[in-house]
């Protein structure tokens, strides 16, 4: 557990230190607001679209032989990303990093499953899973701010190098094997389907919002509709399907999934810009701005202790959309606390957010993970990894595309007549872009911050609202009678 927790903590250091290196590397590699969407979005983008194909590898190869291989390619990857010399080379790196992260996820997913074959002890050992999450989300944005405050931003991809060094070396050591014994046929048209349902449709959305419908997103929709079709029928006509699709039968199952994508759209999406928000608009340094953001995490890690708790007495379903419920509600708060010159506001709202989406997230993946047979564990973890890798990318795109937009719309109120015109388009990019080109001081550096604290406010509560209708799915789909649930 603790190799497979290390391997979890630097997945979610990994997620956090990007956000808060963002306006770092705007200044260093001057990327286009699209770029920019582009470098958070490709590690998922690439994470979501290869899990399935990896954790079928891992049941097919070996977990832990997939697990340490993967070590080995995210800690180069790494190395790529951190020596960037343009914003392109950091998007590829950052592809490159989410394949490799893709074969990490399903394989702790599934080395718990096999390894804890009791419920009991499978959702404490989930539960302790999603600590070391929340606690590499904690971390993260201390090492992360220490490191933005004495380094270059590429440092932030370089603590990933001796924590892959650490899970490789006890890895070996410690973890134990499994695999399925009777894979069957490894069938190369099921593994290109499936990345040919996720991948189209996740540039569709990703771009549609900023470009409108243009032939190539209609194309990449139809590609992506049409894959995932002929991936269903070909998985339910074969005798060892890649993914057993039958399984989103069951309305404990299929609630959890849909639980999941929507709680993690919306909560990625508002964290993602939450680091500018404190930097840009506040005024925060990067390590104040981690700081800023423990109260999110440190809620998160509590959800352990009182997991079996609300459990017992609330089921799984109800306990599911109580967190989802305290998470929507914590985001509605969100959305005027930001407008607020204090920081105790923002605090409870995070802290509250943090300890509703790490309960319902933690018993999200426990009803996913119970589902799977010990011997497909790797591929039913792999919807778990999948479902929320959706929610990371569609949050920040979708989000992230609605915050864009209602910026420029704001911000352009207040660009006077007679601005030069490369001043002006690099206003109305981002703020960030705005403040690399404006004195700090000025009224017009004012009026872009107001804007981006208005959009920021708007995007809040779409994500709440996307979060409330999450805890309306869980309370309807999910069973909360834990015997049901199984």
């Known amino acids: 557990m603790a190799v497979l927790g290390a391997a979890v903590l630097l997945l979610a250091i990994d997620g956090t230190v990007l956000s808060l290196a963002v306006p770092a590397l705007t200044e260093a590699l001057a990327p286009s607001a699209e770029q920019v969407l582009w470098v958070g979005d490709s590690y998922s983008l690439a994470l979501a679209g290869s899990l399935v194909l990896m954790g079928n590898l891992a049941d097919r190869f070996g977990r832990k032989r997939v697990l340490l291989v993967g070590s080995v390619a995210f800690g180069l990857a790494s190395l790529v990303a951190a020596f960037s010399t343009s914003a392109e080379m950091l998007i590829v790196a950052r592809l490159l ?13 599934s080395l718990i499953r096999n390894m804890f074959p009791d419920d009991a002890e499978r959702t ?3 539960a302790i899973w999603s600590m070391a999450f929340g606690a590499g989300s904690a971390i993260g944005p201390l090492v992360g701010g220490v490191l933005l405050e004495h380094f270059w931003w590429g440092s932030v991809f370089l603590i990933n190098v001796p924590v892959m060094v650490l899970v490789l070396v006890s890895g070996l050591i410690l973890l134990p094997e499994s695999r399925d014994p009777d894979p069957g046929r490894f069938d190369i048209a099921s593994a290109a389907l499936s990345m040919g349902a996720i991948v189209p ?11 409108g419908l243009t032939p190539l997103i209609v194309v990449c929709s139809v590609i992506g509709l049409g894959s995932g079709v002929l991936f269903v029928r070909r998985q339910r006509r074969l005798t060892d399907p890649m993914l057993d699709v039958d399984l989103f039968r069951r309305p404990a199952f299929s609630g959890a999934v849909g639980a999941n994508v929507i709680a993690i759209f919306a909560l990625s999406g508002l964290m993602f810009f939450f680091s500018q928000y404190l930097q840009f608009a506040r005024g925060f340094t990067p390590l104040q701005a981690g700081l800023a953001e423990l109260p999110a995490t440190i809620a998160s890690v509590v959800v352990v202790v009182l997991i079996g708790f609300l459990l017992d007495r609330l089921g799984r379903g109800r306990a599911i959309a109580l967190g989802m419920a305290m998470g929507a509600a914590g985001l509605g708060l969100i959305a005027v606390a930001e407008a607020a010159k204090g920081y105790l506001w923002l ?3 995070l802290a509250l957010i943090g300890f509703g989406v790490g309960l319902a997230t933690t018993l999200t993946g426990d ?16 919807i778990t990894e999948t479902a929320q890798e959706l929610g990371v990318v569609l949050g920040i795109a979708v989000l992230g595309s609605l915050l864009s937009g209602t910026y420029r ?12 015109p490369e001043t002006e388009a690099r206003v109305r990019d981002s703020l960030g872009s705005a403040l690399s080109v404006l004195d700090p ?3 017009l550096a004012d009026a872009a911050r107001e804007a981006f604290v208005t959009a920021m406010q708007s995007t809040t509560v779409v994500a709440a609202v996307c979060t409330f209708g999450a805890a309306v799915v869980a309370w309807c789909l999910i069973p909360s009678v834990r015997e049901a649930d199984r």
């Not at 009803?367 to 792999?382: F, Y």
């Open 97 to 109: 990093l989410g394949m490799a992260g893709a074969t990490l996820m399903p394989s702790t997913l």
């Open 124 to 126: 404490r050992a989930i």
């Open 201 to 211: 449709i996740v540039y569709a959305i990703t771009h549609v919002v900023a470009s």
């Open 347 to 349: 605090a409870v709202c």
């Open 367 to 382: 009803a996913i993970v119970s589902a799977a047979p010990p011997d497909k564990a790797g591929a039913v973890s792999a």
């Open 409 to 420: 719309r704001a911000v352009g109120q207040a660009i006077p007549a007679g601005l030069d």
């Open 441 to 443: 001081g000025s009224a």
